[in-house]
Protein backbone atom coordinates (compact mmCIF):
# COMPACT_ATOMS: atom_id res chain seq x y z
CA UNK A 1 0.00 0.00 0.00
CA UNK A 2 1.10 3.35 -0.93
CA UNK A 3 1.80 6.18 2.06
CA UNK A 4 2.23 9.60 0.85
CA UNK A 5 3.89 11.85 3.49
CA UNK A 6 6.16 14.90 3.89
CA UNK A 7 9.51 14.96 2.76
CA UNK A 8 12.77 14.11 4.97
CA UNK A 9 16.06 14.94 4.18
CA UNK A 10 17.10 11.15 4.48
CA UNK A 11 14.64 10.54 1.04
CA UNK A 12 17.12 12.47 -1.17
CA UNK A 13 19.00 9.96 -2.44
CA UNK A 14 15.83 8.15 -3.69
CA UNK A 15 14.02 11.75 -4.72
CA UNK A 16 17.14 12.82 -6.75
CA UNK A 17 17.23 9.31 -8.64
CA UNK A 18 13.02 9.26 -9.24
CA UNK A 19 13.48 13.07 -10.49
CA UNK A 20 16.94 12.16 -12.89
CA UNK A 21 15.25 8.89 -14.28
CA UNK A 22 12.05 11.50 -15.21
CA UNK A 23 14.71 13.85 -16.59
CA UNK A 24 13.17 16.59 -13.89
CA UNK A 25 16.37 16.69 -12.21
CA UNK A 26 18.04 20.45 -12.04
CA UNK A 27 20.91 20.99 -9.62
CA UNK A 28 20.33 24.66 -9.08
CA UNK A 29 16.74 23.95 -7.60
CA UNK A 30 16.68 19.99 -6.70
CA UNK A 31 19.80 19.76 -4.39
CA UNK A 32 19.80 18.59 -1.14
CA UNK A 33 20.09 21.74 0.27
CA UNK A 34 17.77 23.44 -1.78
CA UNK A 35 15.12 20.69 -0.42
CA UNK A 36 16.32 21.11 3.03
CA UNK A 37 15.69 24.88 2.94
CA UNK A 38 12.30 24.26 0.97
CA UNK A 39 10.49 22.00 3.92
CA UNK A 40 12.25 24.07 6.79
CA UNK A 41 10.31 27.18 5.47
CA UNK A 42 7.46 25.10 4.42
CA UNK A 43 7.01 21.21 5.74
CA UNK A 44 4.18 20.17 3.21
CA UNK A 45 5.71 21.50 0.72
CA UNK A 46 7.38 18.11 -0.73
CA UNK A 47 5.41 15.04 -0.95
CA UNK A 48 6.59 11.41 -1.40
CA UNK A 49 5.15 8.38 -1.76
CA UNK A 50 6.60 5.43 0.05
CA UNK A 51 5.79 1.58 -0.32
CA UNK A 52 7.72 -0.72 1.87
CA UNK A 53 10.10 2.27 2.95
CA UNK A 54 10.91 2.75 -0.44
CA UNK A 55 10.23 6.85 -2.06
CA UNK A 56 8.94 5.47 -5.16
CA UNK A 57 7.16 8.93 -6.24
CA UNK A 58 7.94 12.85 -5.50
CA UNK A 59 5.46 15.75 -5.75
CA UNK A 60 6.48 19.38 -5.16
CA UNK A 61 4.07 22.35 -3.64
CA UNK A 62 4.97 26.07 -4.29
CA UNK A 63 2.51 28.48 -2.86
CA UNK A 64 4.41 32.12 -2.75
CA UNK A 65 2.69 33.83 -5.75
CA UNK A 66 0.12 31.12 -6.80
CA UNK A 67 -0.83 27.67 -6.28
CA UNK A 68 1.95 25.50 -8.39
CA UNK A 69 2.44 21.78 -8.00
CA UNK A 70 5.37 20.53 -9.88
CA UNK A 71 8.15 18.08 -9.98
CA UNK A 72 5.71 14.67 -10.03
CA UNK A 73 8.14 12.06 -10.24
CA UNK A 74 7.53 8.50 -9.98
CA UNK A 75 9.69 5.43 -9.71
CA UNK A 76 8.63 3.49 -13.69
CA UNK A 77 8.86 0.46 -11.54
CA UNK A 78 5.45 1.74 -10.13
CA UNK A 79 3.50 3.33 -12.93
CA UNK A 80 0.11 2.59 -13.22
CA UNK A 81 -0.20 2.04 -10.06
CA UNK A 82 -1.84 5.31 -8.67
CA UNK A 83 0.72 6.65 -7.07
CA UNK A 84 1.16 9.54 -9.08
CA UNK A 85 -2.78 10.67 -8.71
CA UNK A 86 -2.40 9.67 -5.35
CA UNK A 87 0.15 12.18 -4.66
CA UNK A 88 -1.76 14.43 -6.75
CA UNK A 89 -4.89 14.29 -4.60
CA UNK A 90 -2.80 15.00 -1.42
CA UNK A 91 -1.19 17.70 -3.00
CA UNK A 92 -4.12 19.27 -4.15
CA UNK A 93 -6.25 18.50 -0.49
CA UNK A 94 -3.37 20.62 1.07
CA UNK A 95 -3.47 23.41 -0.99
CA UNK A 96 -7.96 23.36 -0.21
CA UNK A 97 -6.95 23.21 3.52
CA UNK A 98 -5.04 26.28 2.90
CA UNK A 99 -8.08 28.35 1.00
CA UNK A 100 -6.75 27.98 -2.58
CA UNK A 101 -9.45 27.28 -5.10
CA UNK A 102 -7.28 26.69 -7.90
CA UNK A 103 -4.29 25.08 -8.33
CA UNK A 104 -1.54 25.11 -11.61
CA UNK A 105 1.21 22.65 -12.73
CA UNK A 106 3.93 22.63 -15.62
CA UNK A 107 4.04 20.13 -18.28
CA UNK A 108 6.40 20.06 -21.01
CA UNK A 109 4.86 20.90 -24.57
CA UNK A 110 6.25 17.83 -26.09
CA UNK A 111 4.55 15.55 -23.75
CA UNK A 112 1.53 14.97 -25.02
CA UNK A 113 0.79 11.54 -22.77
CA UNK A 114 1.35 13.33 -19.76
CA UNK A 115 -0.80 16.20 -20.76
CA UNK A 116 -3.52 13.34 -21.94
CA UNK A 117 -2.77 11.99 -17.88
CA UNK A 118 -3.25 15.89 -16.33
CA UNK A 119 -6.20 16.07 -18.57
CA UNK A 120 -8.17 13.15 -17.05
CA UNK A 121 -7.36 14.44 -14.16
CA UNK A 122 -9.34 17.47 -14.33
CA UNK A 123 -6.68 19.77 -15.87
CA UNK A 124 -7.35 22.25 -18.32
CA UNK A 125 -4.38 23.57 -20.52
CA UNK A 126 -3.48 27.34 -19.62
CA UNK A 127 -1.33 29.78 -21.87
CA UNK A 128 1.31 28.42 -23.35
CA UNK A 129 5.32 29.79 -22.15
CA UNK A 130 8.63 28.99 -22.76
CA UNK A 131 10.44 28.57 -19.40
CA UNK A 132 13.36 31.05 -19.02
CA UNK A 133 16.33 30.94 -16.14
CA UNK A 134 18.79 32.04 -15.27
CA UNK A 135 21.92 31.25 -13.17
CA UNK A 136 23.23 33.62 -10.60
Sequence with gaps: MTEIRNYQVSDFPQVRE????????????????????????????????????????TQFIVEDFLPLMFRLAVHPDYKGRGVGKALMQQGEQILRQ???????????????????????????????????????
Excluded at 39 to 49: G, H, M, T
Excluded at 113 to 124: A, D, N, S
Design 18 to 57: ILERGNLYWEPSDNEQALERKIRQCPDSILVAVEDERVVG
Design 98 to 136: KGYNHVNILVALNDTELQRYYERQGYKKGNTYSWMVKEL
